[in-house]
């Protein structure tokens, strides 16, 4: 039976085959206009292409003709081929969509980064017909991604302290594994602290604020600031190093967040007390061996004001004995005159007592010109043995210097020794030992000259080396351990010698506190 159709009926039916064919030159100009790559492969493992859009050359090199019939499966990444199967981290499903992101082949060889989402069509009994994929090119978000989880990683393994605050509050956001081991966070491992719980009062209205201010202006700010840790993490010691200031390029430049630097020196403090209780026992077995090759001279100095008193009280004992009137005048004179040389004796007990003891550090203030008339009265009678005579130079101002008086006196005592002991082996008989000092530019210098033969150029360089020595039961460890002791100062020793006709030794210090030493 055959249907005829009206007028109006095969109008109408081409009608809807136009509109029909139109539909699909618009999807296929959709299609080949498309920048994302779209292709149709056999629903197998080999995964062979069937059809694919224009964009296939753009994103992996070939032309239609070419890929179309290649096992798609090929051209994947070795480490990427079975992300599907395996269900990795990289592959995602909703909707019946699976969404994969893996390396690809392209025709020059390289691999590129692909994002594919794809279905699988099927007929009306469920068996699968072919598979559609969408494909696009994430090769510079993924190695940004990439670089961003690097990044992450050398944060969080970082030994420094990391952490990350919110501009508006100073509430912690983020802290990373060194951070956390020394400020600790809450025990499901969340993070309480706010900035502003890390430091004293003072430090915080003064240093942080000013230094987040610097940041937020600068884009950044570097400095020392100390911490103050939360109780049962207070044995440690650490600090702010630096504070970033991080900015929304697009939102007027505001403040997104901070990134707060810091340090443990917990460790690195241990190993500088270490250091500083090494230096002192060492500067200590110095006095001990200075004194010891002085104790000639010093065993004169203590015999004169004993020798006084002996000969006083055997004056005084005679004129009684010989039945001579001794009025009680000139028994108090003799007294006094006792008296006087028994504290001359006792001041150089004292002095030696107070040169050989066993000290911590002790910061004081004290006039540099004092020190250098007491150490020379320590070593008047090495002097005179040696025909030497002490002149003196020094700054009409008077300057204070704040540090460690009995070690700055022990450099000075080791000086001027050397430059007593550098006209052993000289035939001169004028014979002196300038000291002077100079105050300038918030420094003091100190200068101990003689006029003994010099050092020569090669015995210059080595004349602070640990165990160098030009004196015959020398140790050689003097000038190495006033070096030591300036420099922990804040300051430096030197020597300057023509090689014949004399040497000067020079220290120079800061006249205030070394932050480094004092803290």
Not at 88 to 110: I, M, Q, W
């Amino acid at each position: 039976m055959t249907m005829s159709l009206t007028a109006a009926q095969h109008n109408q039916l081409l009608a809807e085959l136009d509109e029909a064919r139109r539909e699909a030159e618009r999807y296929r100009l959709l299609v080949e206009q498309s920048t994302d790559m779209i292709s149709r492969h056999t629903p197998t493992s080999e995964w062979t292409y069937v059809d694919v859009s224009p964009a296939v050359e753009r994103l992996l090199g070939y032309k239609a003709s070419q890929i179309i019939g290649t096992p798609g499966y090929d051209l994947f990444h070795p480490d990427d081929a079975d992300n599907l199967v395996k269900r990795a981290e990289s592959v995602s499903y909703r909707g019946g969509l699976y969404t994969n992101v893996y390396r690809y082949r392209h025709r020059d060889g390289h691999y590129v980064w692909l994002e594919t989402t794809s279905r699988t069509i099927r007929d009306d009994s469920g068996e699968p017909m072919e598979i559609i994929c969408v494909s696009r090119d994430v090769t510079q978000r993924e190695q940004a991604q990439r670089a961003t989880r690097r990044l992450a990683r050398v944060v969080e393994s970082s030994s420094d302290m990391i952490m990350f605050c919110a501009p508006d509050n100073l509430q912690l956001t983020y802290l990373n594994e060194a951070a956390s081991s020394t400020l600790g966070s809450g025990p499901d491992g969340t993070i309480a602290l706010n900035l502003r719980e890390l430091f004293d009062e003072t430090t915080y209205s003064t240093l942080l604020l000013a230094g987040l201010e610097h940041a937020a202006q600068h884009g950044c700010w570097y400095g020392s600031i100390a911490l103050q840790l939360p109780a049962g993490k207070d044995s440690r010691i650490a600090e702010v190093r630096e504070i970033i200031a991080h900015r929304n390029h697009v939102d007027n430049r505001r403040v997104e967040y901070y990134s707060i630097i810091g340090r443990d020196i917990t460790h690195k403090r241990k190993a500088e007390d270490a250091a500083r209780r090494q230096q002192l026992e060492l500067a200590h077995m110095s006095r001990l061996l200075s004194v010891g090759e002085m104790a000639t001279g010093l065993a004169h100095e203590i015999n004169q004001p004993l020798a006084a008193i002996l000969n006083y009280c055997r004056g005084t004992l005679r004129r009684s004995e010989d039945g001579g009137e001794l009025s009680l005048d000139q028994a108090l004179q003799a007294m006094q005159l006792i008296a006087g040389q028994a504290k001359r004796a006792a001041e150089i007990i004292k002095r030696i007592r107070s040169y050989v003891k066993r000290t911590e550090y002790q910061r004081v203030a004290f006039s540099i010109n004092d020190s250098c008339q007491d150490v020379t009265g320590f070593l008047r009678q090495e002097a005179r043995d040696n025909q030497i005579e002490f002149r003196f130079d020094l700054d009409p101002t008077d300057p204070q210097l704040t540090a460690d008086r009995i070690q700055i006196e022990q450099v000075l005592l080791n000086l001027v020794r050397n430059a007593i002991e550098a006209y052993s082996d000289c035939e001169q008989a004028w014979r002196t030992v300038t000291i002077g000092s100079r105050c300038d530019q918030g420094h003091i210098e100190v200068a101990i000259t003689d006029c003994a033969r010099g050092v020569s150029a090669e015995a210059l360089g080595q004349l602070f080396d640990a165990f160098f020595t030009s004196k015959p039961s020398g140790l050689g460890m003097g000038l190495a351990i006033s070096r030591t002791i300036i420099e922990s100062h804040g300051g430096q020793l030197w020597a300057q010698s023509d090689g014949h006709s004399g040497t000067v030794f020079r220290f120079r210090l800061p006249l205030g506190q070394h932050p480094d030493q004092w803290p």
